[in-house]
């Protein structure tokens, strides 16, 4: 019996590692983000009943227990050497012919690489496992990040293929990728928890996290550039195929390396790799050429720090230096309110900026920015150009700290934040110009008041033209003023006015959603309106009271409280009772109405025919808790398609399994 477990533990641990193989080193996946997690399960839960067969390598064993106390120092076998630069077209003509002359060849053969802007690690494998992680450091000691890099899935525990060498070190960039370091900010943003500056940073200060169960929650990635210790003679001829034999090992290698011939050939690799470069998802400062030869690379040897056979060809320069002429604040859509520093013109990475943020408040303060001051700024990529640090040796005598103002600059309403979260906002959704667009829309669309035929460019239109400043204004509206808008004849403005009328009489629940309040989404307005029943009890409860409520936490409380108190937003709803429109009395609800009072649901799998939140509220109306993950007090869990660990896991403690034509029916 032991034996058969051993052998399924090892066989899942096989399949899932060569998984990772296909989705991050050949960028192939073969199988489902969903069927891979219910694989990792049903292994972590095996390994957890059979702890005595758990290996090293197993992907389970990424994340360590327990944060660390600090980083040891680790001192490199050979040195992790940096790279000398060109930054023009005839400084690398001169490069190349001061190879030539050295090695006596006509023509030299480069592997051309982009040059990752992110942290340069080694990593040691010892018998084909992962041994040891460390930062370049200064190039002959580092940090011991092991425990960190073991949580990066796109590195492998254990390398693929045979004969592979008693010691192999491997170097390579950890970077974050751009669509990730966006969505970890977006995520930490709505937590109030810190946020990162640009990827780079994002990358560094995860390897530098003592925690491993942290950076494990961050979207790092990896590329190999090099070899460094190798306990035996590969027989490779060139650097590129040193590559290649890394990349057949399971280790990540990027997709862009290639080989050329000459500075022509490496000039045409960078310009080529330029214009990929704001559609890649990664940030990169420039290029760099190695001579591929590896023959060539040992007759040509080493200078000081630097290998000299090898450059980087930078971009243009990333970070300038500049005058803040002013500082103004800007309403986003959703009321957020952002410093953004007037420039004195100049041209950072090829682009003149004119304009920079400051991000927030207490980001003005911790680099106490001052209009007067000289700063450096950065832009990478297509990101919005911030400012990085003031000169301070440059300040003007008088100048003085920039004051965030109380009020919102475009609609004069006080500004709020909520304990934890570092931005300001305007709260008055309903109402301040800036926002006025994405509430209408929002207050419009399907899932709210569903006024067929008012479309996003329609408000926009509108919204534009004068005819609406608030979603009030929507009842208002008469023939004549439709008829005005371009494109709009007589019919479309009667089938917009029928539409507009027949969505005052709605539910309470839709209402509720549609006045957009921060947080508050289909299920939660269902929430309050099954319990509450009125508008204006809501707008009495503390945020005492709301916590009370089923599935309403602190934050989302504080959130409804500062709608509500807010005098424009509640003008605002007062102008749209005024404008007729009704909804049902909710009754008080019944045994019968409510067959799953008392009831622990969880949802789990793709649903065809609601959506997540629709089948919430379903559930919530018909009296059931909906809660997130499966645990003992769990009644019931409803599984769609490609359910994955939370139907494993509801099955193995008992819980009754349903599916989606059980929701529908009821």
């Not at 970070?319 to 952002?338: D, K, Y």
């Not at 475009?410 to 709020?416: A, Y």
């Not at 709009?488 to 089938?495: F, V």
Request: charged share 25%; net charge negative.
């Amino acid at each position: 019996m032991s034996e058969d477990i051993k052998k399924t533990i090892e066989e899942l641990r096989s399949q899932l590692n060569d998984y990772a193989y296909h989705y991050y080193v050949l960028d192939e996946p073969v199988i489902s983000d969903v069927q891979y997690d219910k694989l990792y399960q049903q292994l972590l839960e095996l390994e957890k009943n059979y702890p005595e067969f758990i290996s090293s390598d197993s992907p389970t064993q990424r994340v360590g227990d327990k944060p660390l106390d600090g980083f040891k120092q680790i001192k490199h076998e050979a040195p992790m050497l940096s790279l000398g630069n060109v930054f023009t077209e005839t400084e690398l003509i001169e490069f190349d012919n001061r190879l030539m002359d050295l090695v006596q060849v006509g023509e030299i053969e480069y592997s051309a690489e982009p040059k990752l802007d992110g942290l340069a690690v080694s990593i040691v494998y010892e018998k084909g496992k992962l041994k040891q992680a460390a930062t370049r450091g200064d190039g002959n000691v580092g940090e011991d990040i092991t425990a960190n890099v073991k949580t990066i899935k796109a590195i492998p525990l254990l390398l693929r293929g045979n004969n592979i060498p008693d010691k192999l070190e491997v170097r390579g960039e950890v970077i974050m990728t751009r669509s990730g370091f966006n969505e970890y900010n977006r995520q930490a943003e709505l937590l109030g928890e810190k946020t990162f500056a640009n990827p780079r940073n994002a990358a560094a200060g995860s390897l530098r996290q003592l925690d491993p169960r942290k950076t494990a929650k961050r979207p790092l990635m990896f590329y190999a550039y090099s070899l460094g210790v190798v306990s035996q003679e590969l027989n490779f001829e060139s650097h590129i195929e040193t590559l290649e034999w890394v990349k057949s090992l399971g280790i990540p290698v990027n997709n862009l390396n290639q080989t050329v011939m000459s500075a022509k050939g490496c000039q045409q690799f960078y310009q080529m790799v330029g214009e990929k470069r704001p559609s890649l998802n990664y940030d990169i400062d420039g290029v760099v050429y190695k001579v591929n030869n590896l023959q060539l690379q040992k007759k040509l040897g080493f200078v000081t720090k630097s290998p000299r056979w090898a450059t980087a060809h930078k971009f243009p320069a990333e970070e300038a230096t500049t005058v803040i002429e002013n500082i103004e604040v800007q309403v986003g859509r959703t009321g957020s309110i952002t410093p953004v520093a007037r420039l004195q013109p100049v041209v950072v990475g090829g682009v003149t900026v004119t304009n920079a943020t400051l991000h927030n408040e207490d980001e003005i303060r911790r680099k106490d920015v001052r209009v007067g001051d000289t700063v450096f700024v950065r832009r990478a990529g297509d990101v919005i150009p911030e400012v990085v640090k003031v000169v301070l040796q440059k300040r003007p005598e008088n100048s003085q700290p920039f004051i965030m103002p109380i009020h919102c600059p475009v609609c004069e309403t006080l500004l709020v934040k909520l304990e934890g979260e570092a931005v300001l906002r305007c709260p008055a959704g309903l109402y301040c110009d800036a926002q006025r667009k994405e509430a209408i829309k929002h207050f419009a669309s399907r899932k709210a008041l569903d006024i067929e035929g008012l479309g996003d460019k329609l408000v926009e239109l509108m919204v534009d033209e004068g005819l609406i400043k608030t979603p009030a204004d929507l009842f208002h509206l008469n023939q004549q003023d439709l008829i005005n808008l371009e494109r709009m004849a007589e019919k479309s403005a009667n089938n917009l006015l029928q539409s507009i009328e027949s969505s005052k009489h709605t539910q309470l629940d839709k209402f509720i959603y549609a006045l957009g309040i921060r947080e508050v989404g289909e299920a939660t307005a269902m929430t309050l309106a099954n319990q509450l029943k009125s508008v204006e009890a809501i707008e009495d409860s503390t945020a005492e009271q709301l916590e009370e409520l089923p599935d309403i936490g602190p934050i989302v409380a504080k959130r409804i409280r500062q709608f509500f108190a807010d005098k424009h937003n509640l003008k605002v709803i007062q102008q749209l009772l005024d404008a007729d429109i009704t909804w049902d009395k909710i009754e008080t609800p019944t045994a019968d109405s409510q067959p799953l009072l008392g009831k622990t649901i969880v949802l789990t799998g793709s649903l065809s025919q609601f959506t997540r939140a629709t089948a919430k509220a379903k559930l919530i109306k018909l009296g059931a808790k909906v809660a997130g993950s499966v645990s003992k007090n769990t009644d019931i869990l409803v599984a769609g398609e490609n359910a994955g660990s939370k139907l494993t896991k509801a099955e193995k403690l008992g819980v009754e399994v349903r599916d989606e034509d059980w929701l529908l029916g009821l």
